[in-house]
């Protein structure tokens, strides 16, 4: 059997299950004899796991196109089979799990091969290099677990991958547990992990109760029976309760407001998590989650809207707030929320091509930034080392030691940076390439996903009225923080001692990010708008149904594009004009005023959940603690309810019972005995005539008897 | 045995016994209750023999032989232990011999 025929008769199809285990072997492999490999075979292994499973997705892929797409099922196990109720592990494979398939496992091999180099720095800088192979089971758990996210054929498979990604994602953020962000000794990051947690276990209850009412209603959660019963027997109340609280879901894992709050904390990850994770996939399960859901959120225009305009809020409220952060990945982590805001406003329309387009050329820019930031951080982070050492060649060994202990440096703070195209100047390119696509300049990846989004809020703006207007609002600030971001850090003077010091990345690092460029420049031939390249639209036409494949508009396409320059040209005039001086304030603080404040602290959301939920709650805690618990739970009910009602029953029961009545009556049974044995003792006197007189009475009373009965 | 009632036999019987019996209970000296247990088991004896006459039956006899034979066994035995017990106490009082009194 040759390829082309292994492919048209689905025989890769049964390769499916390997998705998962492939980088579930890699973990086990990394975990069992990881202690005694090099840091090169452990990074290897983990990324040769991931690479299999790329290469697994793009024979699915494959032989999905040589079968003209029919979706196909592969049942690998049965799980929880209880009366009526079956469910199985199921793989699915569709066209659209197949993109989600590709984008992870390749997106997420590179990062893999990133973070060899990446994490060999990193380690040594924290002085923890045990922790070098933890990093890449944590990893190839996560692809395992995404991978049976995107690969379920029941909703209750994809929330087994979607807790799990959950815990890969509190894993490493809490990565550094015992450190913060500037490598200081604290609980910072173990917290940040904890929140993120917690914000998520909010949306995953609001999804539990999606999966329960879709359970409780159609009687199973395999996608294709929910749909065409759905379809079948449409009931717009119930139908609209689990879209929305689907919507909850979404909101937790794909950062949307109110949930975003954990994502910007979540940066507390080393950067590939930061890229893998906390950009390029486990946040776009959400995305994901409304596609695969399509046939449910087409029956409900209300709940279609209120995704759509929750998507649209966040891309705004989170844009705004990215141009007031100082910190490189922060300002990438609104960028990640509102671009995530961008795709859940596009797949709330119903405009699923853009958004799925949306996810796959945002997973290759954001990752393709996010792994540059972490270049440049690791540059700084060199730049700092040599600069320390620098210092220490002009004093003694002893007052280094001292003076490094002292100084904390934060190698992510842009006001620390500034020209840094002169040290990195790969790094620079690289990053280059992921802004502009950011920015959505054609003819880069952004400008066609993100101008298909456009195209389809303006399209559908009868129905889902202001969406276009906060998603162009959003895109012109999206081109306006990632300028800012570039004058900061590549352009005008040297800001910092640290920065004249910084080093370039090795090959392992920059290679797989010039592939990402590569993808970021071009991705956007996945579906351009002329007749004909609609390729994405075609492709995922065989799971969502025909898609009109829109032309280009040229109105759309040219107001975006102004707006894109003219906010450069802004970013420009600001940042790169005059460039930012060490100590000087944010030239947008004087026009701005009181609203740069609000983006510079993030509206104060955390602020305002602090003083709204989590303190009234700990306050509530504490109430309970002490006087539910403590006062009257401990002290009265305990003592005085079950202590001492304890003790009187047991009083009761060891007096009068049981020394009154059970200890008496053995005592008297013995004193009778002994009574009565002192009695017959006296019988035996030990005179034999006695004895032989009772011997002869004896016979006399029985012959007496016998002879007078 | 013409012309004698059984009743007689059966009474000097009974006389024997009671004289036996008596002797027994009346008597300190062990080797006089000895002889008075003998007594009792010839009175049996002469019991068996008068109605092993009267019945035209040898039963009685043969018993009136074991009976003999057990009585020498016994004196064997008993005289043997009183000698014991003798040589222990220089006395034959049984009143004496009361040790295992409660």
Same mark, same amino acid.
């Given at each position: 059997?040759?390829?082309?025929?292994?492919?048209?008769?689905? !025989?890769?199809?049964? =390769?499916?299950?390997?998705?998962?285990?492939?980088?579930?072997?890699?973990?086990?492999?990394?975990?069992?004899?990881?202690?005694? *490999?090099?840091?090169?075979?452990?990074?290897?292994?983990?990324?040769?796991?991931?690479?299999?499973?790329?290469?697994?997705?793009?024979?699915?892929? !494959?032989?999905?196109?040589?079968?003209?797409?029919?979706?196909?099922?592969?049942?690998?196990?049965?799980?929880?089979?209880?009366?009526?109720?079956?469910?199985?592990?199921?793989?699915?494979?569709?066209?659209?799990?197949?993109?989600?398939?590709?984008?992870?496992?390749?997106?997420?091999?590179?990062?893999?091969?990133?973070?060899?180099?990446?994490?060999?720095?990193?380690?040594?800088?924290?002085?923890?290099?045990?922790?070098?192979?933890?990093? +890449?089971?944590?990893?190839?758990?996560?692809?395992?677990?995404?991978?049976?996210?995107?690969?379920?054929?029941?909703?209750?498979?994809?929330?087994?991958?979607?807790?799990?990604?959950?815990?890969?994602?509190?894993?490493?953020?809490?990565? &550094?547990?015992?450190?913060?962000?500037?490598?200081?000794?604290?609980?910072?990051?173990?917290?940040?992990?904890?929140?993120?947690?917690?914000?998520?276990?909010?949306?995953?209850?609001?999804?539990?109760?999606?999966?329960?009412?879709?359970? &409780?209603?159609?009687?199973?959660?395999?996608?294709?029976?929910?749909?065409?019963? %759905?379809?079948?027997?449409?009931?717009?109340?119930?139908?609209?309760?689990? @879209?929305?609280?689907? $919507?909850?879901?979404? @909101?937790?894992?794909?950062?949307?407001?109110?949930?975003?709050?954990?994502?910007?904390?979540?940066?507390?990850?080393? @950067?590939?998590?930061?890229?893998?994770?906390?950009?390029?996939?486990?946040?776009?399960?959400?995305?994901?989650?409304?596609?695969?859901?399509?046939?449910?959120?087409?029956?409900?225009?209300?709940?279609? !809207?209120?995704?759509?305009?929750?998507?649209?809020?966040?891309?705004?409220?989170?844009?705004?707030?990215?141009?007031?952060?100082?910190?490189?990945?922060?300002?990438?982590?609104?960028?990640?929320?509102?671009?995530?805001?961008?795709?859940?406003?596009?797949?709330?329309?119903?405009?699923?091509?853009?958004?799925?387009?949306?996810?796959?050329?945002?997973?290759?820019?954001?990752?393709?930034?996010? $792994?540059?930031?972490?270049?440049?951080?690791?540059?700084?982070?060199?730049?700092?080392?040599?600069?320390?050492?620098?210092?220490?060649?002009?004093?003694?060994?002893?007052?280094?030691?001292?003076?490094?202990?002292?100084?904390?440096?934060?190698?992510?703070?842009?006001?620390? *940076?500034?020209?840094?195209?002169?040290? *990195?100047?790969?790094?620079? &390119?690289?990053?280059?390439?992921?802004?502009?696509?950011?920015?959505?300049?054609?003819?880069?990846?952004?400008?066609?996903?993100?101008?298909?989004?456009?195209?389809?809020?303006?399209?559908?703006?009868?129905?889902?009225?202001?969406?276009?207007? =906060?998603?162009?609002?959003?895109?012109?600030?999206?081109?306006?923080?990632?300028?800012?971001?570039?004058?900061?850090?590549?352009?005008?003077?040297?800001?910092?001692?640290?920065?004249?010091?910084?080093?370039?990345?090795?090959?392992?690092? @920059?290679?797989?990010?010039?592939?990402?460029?590569?993808?970021?420049?071009?991705?956007?031939?996945?579906?351009?708008?002329?007749?004909?390249?609609?390729?994405?639209?075609?492709?995922?036409?065989?799971?969502?149904?025909?898609?009109?494949?829109?032309? $280009?508009?040229?109105?759309?396409?040219?107001?975006?594009?102004?707006?894109?320059? /003219?906010?450069?040209?802004?970013?420009?005039?600001?940042?790169?004009?005059?460039?930012?001086?060490?100590?000087?304030?944010?030239?947008?603080?004087?026009?701005?005023?009181?609203?740069?404040?609000?983006?510079?602290?993030?509206?104060?959301?955390?602020?305002?959940?602090? %003083?709204?939920?989590?303190?009234?709650?700990?306050?509530?805690?504490? +109430?309970?603690?002490?006087?539910?618990? &403590?006062?009257?739970?401990?002290?009265?009910?305990?003592?005085?309810?079950?202590?001492?009602?304890?003790?009187?029953?047991?009083?009761?029961?060891?007096?009068?019972?049981?020394?009154?009545?059970?200890? %008496?009556?053995?005592?008297?049974?013995?004193?009778?005995?002994?009574?009565?044995?002192?009695?017959?003792?006296? /019988?035996?006197?030990?005179?034999?005539?006695?004895?032989?007189?009772?011997?002869?009475?004896?016979?006399?009373?029985?012959?007496?008897?016998?002879?007078?009965? | 045995?013409?012309?004698?009632?059984?009743?007689?036999?059966?009474?000097?019987?009974?006389?024997?016994?009671?004289?036996?019996?008596?002797?027994?209970?009346?008597?300190?000296?062990?080797?006089?209750? +000895?002889?008075?247990?003998?007594? *009792?088991?010839?009175?049996?004896?002469?019991?068996?023999?008068?109605?092993?006459?009267?019945?035209?039956?040898?039963?009685?006899?043969?018993?009136?032989?074991?009976?003999?034979?057990?009585?020498?066994?016994?004196?064997?035995?008993?005289?043997?232990?009183?000698?014991?017990?003798?040589?222990?106490?220089?006395?034959?009082?049984?009143?004496?011999?009361?040790? =295992?009194?409660?």
């Amino acid at each position: 059997m040759n390829f082309s025929e292994a492919a048209n008769t689905g !025989y890769f199809f049964g =390769l499916v299950p390997l998705l998962v285990f492939l980088p579930l072997t890699g973990m086990l492999i990394n975990m069992i004899f990881g202690g005694k *490999m090099s840091e090169k075979a452990v990074g290897t292994v983990a990324s040769v796991a991931s690479g299999l499973a790329f290469v697994v997705a793009v024979l699915l892929a !494959y032989s999905l196109s040589a079968t003209h797409g029919h979706m196909q099922t592969v049942h690998f196990a049965e799980w929880i089979h209880i009366g009526d109720l079956k469910l199985d592990w199921t793989f699915r494979v569709d066209t659209l799990s197949s993109v989600m398939m590709l984008v992870v496992s390749g997106v997420g091999t590179l990062i893999h091969i990133y973070a060899i180099g990446y994490m060999h720095e990193d380690v040594r800088f924290k002085d923890d290099i045990k922790r070098f192979r933890r990093f +890449f089971v944590f990893l190839n758990l996560f692809i395992a677990m995404m991978m049976i996210l995107v690969s379920g054929d029941s909703y209750l498979m994809l929330f087994v991958g979607w807790e799990g990604v959950g815990l890969c994602s509190f894993l490493l953020i809490g990565f &550094w547990y015992d450190f913060d962000t500037l490598g200081q000794k604290s609980t910072a990051n173990a917290e940040a992990g904890k929140k993120a947690f917690i914000a998520n276990r909010v949306g995953d209850f609001g999804f539990l109760l999606a999966i329960f009412t879709t359970f &409780w209603h159609f009687g199973s959660l395999q996608f294709d029976k929910v749909f065409e019963a %759905a379809s079948a027997h449409p009931d717009p109340v119930v139908i609209s309760a689990i @879209t929305l609280f689907m $919507l909850i879901g979404v @909101t937790g894992k794909s950062a949307q407001v109110p949930l975003y709050v954990w994502l910007p904390d979540a940066m507390a990850g080393p @950067t590939p998590v930061s890229a893998l994770i906390h950009a390029a996939t486990m946040v776009t399960a959400g995305v994901y989650l409304v596609v695969r859901s399509a046939p449910l959120y087409s029956l409900v225009h209300g709940a279609s !809207y209120i995704v759509a305009m929750i998507g649209a809020v966040t891309a705004l409220f989170a844009a705004t707030i990215a141009v007031g952060q100082y910190d490189i990945k922060k300002v990438l982590a609104y960028s990640t929320i509102s671009q995530l805001g961008f795709m859940v406003a596009a797949v709330g329309m119903g405009a699923y091509v853009a958004g799925i387009f949306h996810l796959a050329t945002h997973a290759f820019f954001k990752a393709l930034l996010f $792994l540059s930031a972490g270049s440049i951080i690791l540059g700084m982070e060199r730049g700092h080392h040599a600069h320390a050492h620098h210092d220490e060649d002009h004093g003694d060994g002893h007052a280094h030691v001292e003076h490094h202990e002292e100084e904390v440096f934060d190698p992510g703070d842009m006001r620390n *940076m500034g020209n840094l195209r002169k040290r *990195m100047p790969v790094t620079f &390119w690289l990053y280059m390439a992921g802004t502009l696509a950011l920015a959505g300049l054609p003819p880069f990846a952004g400008f066609w996903s993100k101008d298909e989004i456009l195209l389809d809020a303006k399209l559908h703006a009868e129905h889902f009225p202001g969406v276009y207007l =906060l998603l162009s609002i959003a895109a012109f600030m999206t081109a306006f923080y990632m300028g800012r971001q570039i004058w900061m850090v590549f352009f005008g003077k040297e800001r910092t001692e640290v920065a004249e010091h910084a080093q370039e990345s090795p090959p392992v690092m @920059t290679v797989p990010l010039m592939i990402l460029a590569v993808l970021a420049v071009f991705g956007g031939a996945l579906n351009l708008p002329f007749e004909g390249f609609h390729n994405l639209g075609h492709w995922l036409e065989y799971t969502i149904g025909h898609v009109e494949g829109l032309p $280009l508009d040229l109105g759309v396409a040219g107001i975006s594009t102004v707006l894109a320059l /003219l906010a450069i040209f802004f970013s420009w005039l600001l940042y790169g004009k005059n460039p930012l001086k060490a100590g000087q304030a944010d030239p947008l603080k004087k026009p701005l005023g009181f609203l740069f404040t609000g983006m510079e602290n993030k509206w104060f959301v955390d602020e305002g959940y602090k %003083a709204v939920i989590i303190d009234p709650f700990v306050k509530l805690a504490k +109430f309970l603690s002490i006087n539910l618990d &403590w006062n009257f739970w401990h002290d009265w009910f305990h003592e005085s309810v079950i202590y001492a009602g304890f003790k009187g029953l047991a009083r009761f029961l060891s007096e009068p019972i049981d020394m009154g009545i059970i200890n %008496a009556i053995a005592d008297k049974l013995a004193e009778m005995t002994k009574r009565s044995s002192e009695g017959l003792s006296r /019988l035996q006197n030990g005179f034999v005539r006695s004895y032989a007189l009772s011997v002869l009475l004896g016979v006399v009373a029985i012959l007496g008897y016998l002879l007078f009965k | 045995m013409e012309g004698v009632s059984v009743n007689y036999y059966i009474g000097l019987s009974a006389i024997l016994f009671i004289i036996g019996a008596l002797g027994v209970l009346v008597r300190r000296n062990a080797l006089v209750i +000895f002889m008075s247990v003998e007594l *009792m088991l010839n009175a049996a004896n002469l019991a068996f023999v008068a109605f092993s006459s009267v019945n035209n039956s040898l039963d009685g006899q043969i018993f009136v032989f074991f009976i003999m034979t057990v009585a020498a066994a016994e004196v064997a035995v008993g005289l043997a232990l009183i000698v014991a017990i003798f040589r222990s106490k220089k006395s034959i009082d049984v009143d004496q011999i009361n040790l =295992l009194k409660g």
